[in-house]
């Protein structure tokens, strides 16, 4: 699976952003919609984070504390594509944002080494 994120940029503290993932499959037979999605994310100095994920088969969604409440997780497997909207954005949600895929989904999904698939990253900075 090749992603593709894009989004990031320069908001205030309380302003929001989407962060958009474009998923296209490298190997005949893929089936994207089925695939677990998820954005995890990267602070200098910092290891990767986990920040929200989505299940392929039934939709399920899960949230890091952190995210919880204020950012959402979405996919338009119309489109291949995997959503995160970030709203009450906060200083400390700056960070490289990743997205990532796994063909199965896992109890451990907040674990980065769990997944193998992973997009350039796209810059997200909050300003106070």
């Known amino acids: 699976v090749q992603l593709q994120a894009s989004g990031g940029g320069l908001v205030q503290a309380g302003g929001s952003l989407r962060l958009s993932c474009a998923a296209s499959?490298?190997?005949?037979?893929?089936?994207?919609?089925?695939?677990?999605l998820g954005w995890f994310r990267q602070a200098p100095g910092k290891e990767r984070e986990f920040v929200a994920a989505?299940?392929?088969?039934?939709?399920?969604?899960r949230y890091a504390d952190s995210a919880r409440g204020r950012f959402t997780i979405s996919r338009d497997n119309s489109k291949s594509t995997l959503y995160l909207q970030m709203t009450s954005l906060k200083p400390e949600d700056t960070a490289v944002y990743y997205c990532?895929?796994?063909?199965?989904?896992?109890?451990?999904?907040?674990?980065?080494?769990?997944?193998?698939?992973w997009g350039q990253g796209t810059q997200v900075t909050v300003s106070s």
């Open positions: 990532t895929a796994r063909q199965i989904w896992t109890v451990a999904y907040y674990d980065p080494g769990q997944y193998n698939n």
């Open positions: 499959c490298a190997t005949s037979g893929c089936t994207l919609r089925s695939y677990s």
């Open positions: 989505a299940r392929g088969s039934t939709g399920m969604t």
